[in-house]
């Protein structure tokens, strides 16, 4: 449902920055990652489960997440990603690199800072 | 929910593994692993699109859109996704049979540890019912229960003689019979005699002790089957070998010889004898006919001196051992064979034969019957108790059953539903005999205070390692009783109807109310007994003695060996004893009421059988003892010299003897040619508490003479002050030195020798059963009508809307609550039936057909079950009614 014309590329680009930054703080669940795209992007930004994944699965046989089934008492047992120490440098390449990339488009196309 | 599981693992089948195409796919625990966390991500979707505010139907579509390119997700999962480290997960139920038992088994934990009412109540009712039993139990065991320290214990038996006019038993035994039964062997294979040895006497600082001994027959050791722990056992080579062979009894080992191993085979020294020590007796040395006999164990053993085959007197309390294969009834056949002639022979033992005694039997009396009674009684608390549990797990069980139908429905098996309750039961059961042993142990001495200490003799009663695995057993009866049906009941609930709110039909309680029957009925047993218990106290404090014991003081004391003139020798005593300002009057007698004894038998010209027994008093006896006189004169000191063979009769005594003739001035004898003459008639003296003690034949009174045996002084004294009693102790150590002087107040001697036939035991236990049978009881029915109460709150409601008073409601549920009730009374009075002959058996002199008593149990059940029925009855009438049909 939501795929919004125009962001479908930026979005590809850029997920692998949108899900370190999410699990930067804390470790997260799937679901949660999710959801938490969702709300900051105040909707404008939703991973449907089938893509969200395999994304997942990607940055973790990268070795910059890693996924770890965690119980709680009276929960179901949930599988929380956590960023690695590559993960974090990989995280401040990609911002800084993100940053740079969304000053030079701003540079290009004039939109001023608000 | 949809099934999303379902539906992704349709999806997922193939799609995942893709091994058959040749392509990378996931092993089949990576492949659980990644639709575990996709039907995770959809469930939370659904959830959370419900939250917001969506339909079912939107949140089911929001969430298929998630897995809408299920198909590209699956190539890239195959490629990205890492077979997993180790994990670890939770054990899989295919992990063998243990497993989901010990799930089972922490669910059960949980359950009763979240429910801390439940279980607190629940412990309760367990310590009370199992308690009872321990704590009858750890004196029952050893007395009813426990193997004699013997080898093949059940084969050893007592020889009694058997008076067959009075009915009286005796262990005292002439030579005579023995001899004869001894030569009999193939049914008795053995015979061993024993008899109190000299009192060894060794001069310590607290002044002169006495050291116990017993002189045993060569064959008693081997008869009984006992193991020295040293050295070996007097037998049959120690006879006629120069010396005093001899055994230390363990304590005495410990004690006097530190233990010491050199000493066996050698010659020791006790105060002024010399033994040669063969070996050392067993700690748990056990003397079947011994009890009475020595105070306290006996510390040395020797071989008795052979006793010539004519000999008169003798005295040996003998054990006999069947022969392989004999039963009792051909030993006591070929006894009755044996003695026939020598009875015959004997003209004073022409009504007595010999007979085979249990020992038990010999050693408990009655502490047998008592505790039998009593074990009965705690059972009977027991099922009471287990009634209250089944009932309380049976109401918690359909208070979960919402939660059992969704567990049947997801396809729990019966079994898993039924074993965590038998867990509750087993920890509660396990953790209620533990508390119980806990309690008992800590309380055992102060229980046992209670108990008279001739019910269980020298048993090795308490908290012992048999009565640890017997409470433990019975709190796995009990679990498995109180948890067994209401599980099963559980587990066949109706899951159609509760996954439909539909509820049960009308709270009907069909488990319950049987329940309550059998409690009631076993209720009424456990009032009865000690109603019957209560009464047959009652009678025995109703009971005239003929003498009072009051401030009366009893002082024993063996003359010494050189001593001539025994009666004079007691004289002196008396005389010295009735000189202090604090004495009333002084006396002496041989065979004391209650005793149960005869110093002699009494007999008249009219008939060969004895009439009366004849007691040796001194002057001064009747006024001490305070039997009245009631013709004639009583004893006078001029008597001593002037007139010894003047006689005082009792008044059935004089009755029997002299039928219709003025007793005063008529004559009898001892059989032995003494003849006596009567001066004076006294009231009767009761011989006993029981029925039985009324076959013992009527007293008469003379004086002993200058042979008499050891007498008894008797001391009135002005008030029960235990310097007085100090005192005459000393007085007498004074005039005879180096003796063992005992002295007592004759009420607590007759307490403790009467006590097993006085009830006061019995009542104050059986009290405590009944009380505690009420309260289980009345706590059983107040639980099932205040479920039945909350059950029925919607038709309640209902008559309450219709018009319903109060009153009528409260009166409607009680009426429907004594319908159980009614049935447990029916049912009760069949038991009662049963538990009179038993407390008949059990030595009771009352009346348990009185119809008073069973309605007085009767009453005191209904009582209580009205008052438990009524109480939650109320809560009926405080139903608000437009609650309740807004709810419907």
Redesign the interface.
Known sequence: MSVHPGTRELKKGSAELLILSIVEARARHGYDIARAIDERSEGALHFHAASLYPLLYRLERRGWIVGRWTEKAGERRRRLYKLTPAGRKALAAQRSGWQAFVRAINRVAGVEHA | MPDWRALVASKAAGALRLQAQGKPGLDAATET??I???V???E??YR?ALARGATETEATQ?TL??????D??AA??T????PLRA????PEPSAGWLAPIAADARFAWRRLWHAPGFTLAALATLVLAIGANTAVLSVADAVLFRPLPYAKPDRVFALQMENRATGQRSTLIRYAFVAAIDAMHPKTSELGLIEDGPHIVVASADGPEIVPTVAVSASYLSTLGIQPVRGRVLDARDSGSGGQPAMLSFSAWRERFDADESIIGRAITIGDSTFDLVGILPPAMFFPTLDFLVPGQPAVMTLLPPVSADARGGTFRPVVRLAPGATREQAQAAIDAAVAPVAVRLPDMAESHVVLENIRDLLYPVGRPILRYLLVAAALILVIGCANLANMMFVRARRASQQTAVRLALGASRARLIRPMLFEGLFLGLAGAGLALLVTWLSFDALLRQIPRIAYGSAPVGVDARVVMWSLLLGLAAAVAFSVVPAWRAARVDVLALLQHRGTRGGRMRFGRPLVAVQVSLAIVVVFGAAVAARAFVSVLRLPLGFSTERVIRVRVVPPRETVDRQAFYERLVDAIAERPDVVSAAAAGAMPFSGQADELAHVAASAAPVASIVYALPGYFETMGVPTLRGRAFASSDLGADPDAAVVSASAARAMFAGRDPLGATFDNGRGRTFHVVGVVGDVRKGLDRADERQLPAVYVMPGASTRQLAVVARTRDRSEATLAGIKADVHALVPATRVTAEWLDDVVAEQTAYRNPRLQTVVLGGFAALGLVLTAVGIFSVVAYLVAARVREMGVRVAMGATPRSLVGLIVRQALVPVAVGVAVGLVWVRWASQLAEAQLFDVDTHDPRMVAAAVIAVVVAAVIAAYLPARRATRVDPITVLRAE
């Open positions: 692993e990644v575990d966390e996709f995770q991500h959809l939370d979707c959370d929001t859109a998630e897995i809408d390119a299920f590209a997700f890239d999962v490629r990205f996704r890492q994990v670890p997960r939770p």
